[in-house]
């Protein structure tokens, strides 16, 4: 029991402090975007569900592959907070407020958004690469996912998961999130499954690119 005390606290301490801090000096006031992300997604999920809101929120918010790249585009930022039809919107609301709401503590609501929206754009990008490799390429998708609706934040709930696990040095957490994906994608090699795999493609990057800038220089020693 000791043990596994021990292990929760390294792995974990560094992040539940920083969070742990900034929520009880500011409360709820501390996660603006988490809570704005909530109450859109969930008005969104009202919406589609309506005769007369269906329309409007596939025309602002719902991506396929098979659309202009420019429509996709403009389409993507609101497309993170459109639930899934098919499946229950209480999970996106739950990883939502869980995720975005300890990245937004940790990270601060900038950066926050900033690889939330990188990790949902790799899938965006990504499943128009994928239609166009096609079936026999292992990166590749059959031409009938062109067509599907690539909505809902769990790009970006996998993406701020594995960024923030990075930043406070949860790296065994990180690694199993990584781990999960890579399962779940050889499992079911779907749309949804790939476009993980490139939203933790992008946040990796990422996280590569800031450690090379941060990296501490050595300087040479003077000569003589």
Same mark, same amino acid.
């Given at each position: 029991?000791g043990?596994?005390r021990a292990w929760a606290?390294?792995e974990?301490?560094?992040?539940v402090?920083v ?9 709820w006031?501390a996660?603006?975007?988490?809570l704005t992300?909530?109450c859109?997604t ?6 589609q ?7 409007f929120?596939q025309?602002i918010?719902?991506?396929r592959a098979e659309?202009?790249?420019w ?8 497309s993170l907070?459109v639930?899934a039809?098919d499946l229950p919107?209480w999970?996106?609301? +739950?990883? !939502?407020? *869980?995720?975005?709401?300890v &990245?937004?503590?940790?990270?601060? /609501?900038?950066?926050?958004? @900033?690889v ?6 790799a899938g965006?990008?990504y499943a128009?690469?994928?239609v166009?490799?096609?079936?026999g390429?292992?990166?590749?998708l ?7 609706v690539?909505?809902g934040?769990?790009?970006?709930v ?9 930043r406070?040095?949860?790296r ?20 949804a499954g790939?476009e993980h795999?490139a939203a933790?493609a +992008?946040? !990796?990057? *990422?996280?590569?690119?800031? &450690?090379?800038?941060?990296r501490p /220089?050595v300087r040479?020693c @003077?000569?003589?």
């Amino acid at each position: 029991m000791g043990t596994t005390r021990a292990w929760a606290r390294t792995e974990w301490g560094p992040l539940v402090a920083v969070a742990g801090e900034r929520l009880r000096g500011r409360g709820w006031r501390a996660i603006p975007l988490t809570l704005t992300a909530v109450c859109l997604t969930a008005a969104f999920q009202y919406a589609q569900n309506q005769p007369w809101g269906y329309r409007f929120v596939q025309d602002i918010g719902s991506v396929r592959a098979e659309d202009p790249l420019w429509a996709a585009l403009a389409r993507t930022p609101l497309s993170l907070f459109v639930p899934a039809l098919d499946l229950p919107v209480w999970g996106a609301l +739950a990883q !939502l407020l *869980l995720v975005f709401g300890v &990245a937004e503590l940790c990270l601060g /609501r900038w950066r926050a958004l @900033a690889v939330a929206y990188a990790a949902t754009l790799a899938g965006t990008l990504y499943a128009r690469l994928g239609v166009l490799l096609g079936p026999g390429s292992p990166l590749g998708l059959p031409a009938s996912d062109a067509r599907v609706v690539d909505t809902g934040p769990s790009a970006a709930v996998v993406g701020l998961a594995v960024y923030v696990c990075w930043r406070h040095r949860a790296r065994r957490t990180g690694a199993l999130v990584v781990a999960a994906m890579i399962a779940e994608c050889a499992l079911k090699p779907n749309l949804a499954g790939k476009e993980h795999l490139a939203a933790l493609a +992008a946040v !990796l990057a *990422l996280c590569a690119l800031r &450690a090379v800038r941060h990296r501490p /220089r050595v300087r040479p020693c @003077a000569a003589g």
